[in-house]
Structures are given as structure tokens and as C-alpha cells.
């Protein structure tokens, strides 16, 4: 069987900002219908390289391609986006934030409507659609951000910590939403510190740590490379590494 063309395709990437060196070398590819997780601690070049991925850094050296070239804004329909920085204009109102996200996904505006209110009654703020965005809690503003993230069903949805802040009901209502899309055939990267999550949805996962890649694979497969029963066990093996090269100053 023919496996399909990855929808996320890095070659031999690296970005240096100033004097530091953020990423080094690292390939991957994210194929369709998968989920993908992008692990690392704080600083390990996880948001770099999205951020590179979708044209807001630069390259030092390297291929980043989506879909089968380098990201432009006219591809904004093909992707999804759930930054952990939160960006929604809170003295908007709920559904007038997301058919404006929508219109310019290039949908139009009674699909948008359409897409946003059925979307509002699944996660539970129907009644919320005229409510400014501001007077919405933290775990309601999340879901909305959702629903800017999936509005016209992307071809790659990057979900960057997408539970953080919410409730256990709403975590399972994200992640069954996450499930999903991936039925769809979507390809997902997720990115989270919390391994049960990736344990539960992802098929293959990233490890990064000083911007270098050091697990990549499925998650049976990482496991047993490193002989350990969990992913937390393999993330804190190699966090726990003493680094043999000097670091950038």
C-alpha cells in the first residue's frame, strides 16, 4: 500500500536567533490522519519550529514544508492553529469573532454562521453566541478558541497545551473533538506536558530537548528503545541526561 504524502514534511531544519541556536537538524513528517506529539520542556524549540513551520520565523538552514510546499497565508484554510498564547478579540461578541475567523479562512459568511453556531450548542455555549468574549470564563474562552482553531475542517490542526485550564468535562469534550477530526483525516500536532493525553491520542511522537531531536517514533516503539512502561518514563530518562555538548551562550 502507497503511504500518502506526508501534509507536514521538515528536512534538516535549524533556526538560530542571534547568537543562540534554537533548533538543530531535526526532521520529522506528519502524515494524514495521525496525531503527532510535539514533547519537550520549556525552551526546548517546540513553538520555534512551529512558528518557523508557518512562516513567522525564518530558517537558518533547512525545509519546512506543508502540504508539499513552504507555508503562505493562502493555505490559511488548510491549517488550524490553537497557539497557547491566546489571541481572541475579547470585546467582540462570541459569534461575530468566529464568523469573522471564518470569512477569512475563506469561508462564506452563512457557512461560517452555519459552522459556528452548530459548533457553539456542541461544546455547551449556545447561549453564550451574543456574549462579549471578555465576559466568558477562562475554560469558555478556550472553546472558543477552538472553534476558531477547526472552523472549516483544516487538512493539519497544531494544538499547542489545548487543555490547559480546563475541567475534566471539558477536557474529554476537546479531546473526543481532537478524536474526531483525526477520523476525518486530519493530521493533528499536538503539544502538551501531559503524558497521559499523549499516551491516549497520539500514534507517533517528538522528543526535543536543547532544540535536538532525541525519541522519534510510534509510541510503542519509543517505549521499548527505551525500555520503559510509560512516556513519562522516557521523558524524564531523557531530561534527566547530562547534556555532552557545550551550550550556545
Do not use: W
Amino acid at each position: 500500500m502507497l503511504m500518502k504524502q506526508p501534509i507536514v514534511s521538515v528536512k534538516d531544519f535549524s533556526l538560530r536567533i542571534g547568537e543562540k541556536t534554537i533548533v538543530r537538524d531535526l526532521s520529522f513528517d506528519v502524515h494524514p490522519g495521525e496525531v503527532f506529539a510535539l514533547l519537550g520542556a520549556n525552551g526546548s524549540g517546540k513553538t520555534s519550529t512551529i512558528r518557523s513551520l508557518l512562516g513567522i520565523y525564518k530558517s537558518t538552514d533547512g525545509t519546512l514544508h506543508v502540504d508539499g510546499k513552504r507555508y503562505t497565508p493562502e493555505q490559511a484554510r488548510l491549517v488550524g492553529y490553537l497557539p497557547e498564547e491566546r489571541g481572541l478579540y475579547t470585546r467582540s461578541k462570541v459569534l461575530d469573532t468566529m464568523i469573522y475567523f471564518g470569512e477569512l479562512k475563506g469561508l462564506g459568511r452563512d457557512e461560517a454562521r452555519e459552522f459556528s453556531l452548530s459548533y457553539l450548542d456542541r461544546v455547551g455555549l449556545a447561549d453564550k453566541a451574543n456574549t462579549k468574549i471578555k465576559k466568558l470564563s477562562g475554560g469558555q474562552q478556550q472553546k472558543v478558541q477552538l472553534g476558531v482553531a477547526i472552523i472549516g475542517e483544516p487538512k493539519l490542526l497544531i494544538l499547542d497545551e489545548p487543555t490547559k485550564g480546563l475541567d475534566p468535562v471539558n477536557r474529554k469534550l476537546l479531546l473526543d473533538i481532537v478524536d474526531e477530526l483525526q477520523n476525518k483525516g486530519a493530521a493533528v500536532i499536538y503539544i502538551t506536558h501531559l503524558m497521559e493525553e499523549v499516551e491516549r491520542l497520539a500514534d507517533r511522537l517528538l522528543i526535543l530537548k536543547d532544540g535536538k531531536a532525541r525519541a522519534y517514533g510510534g509510541i510503542a516503539e519509543v517505549k521499548k528503545k527505551f525500555k520503559s512502561k510509560s512516556l513519562e518514563d522516557v521523558f524524564v530518562s531523557i531530561y534527566n541526561e547530562k547534556s555532552t555538548e557545550a551550550k550556545d551562550v
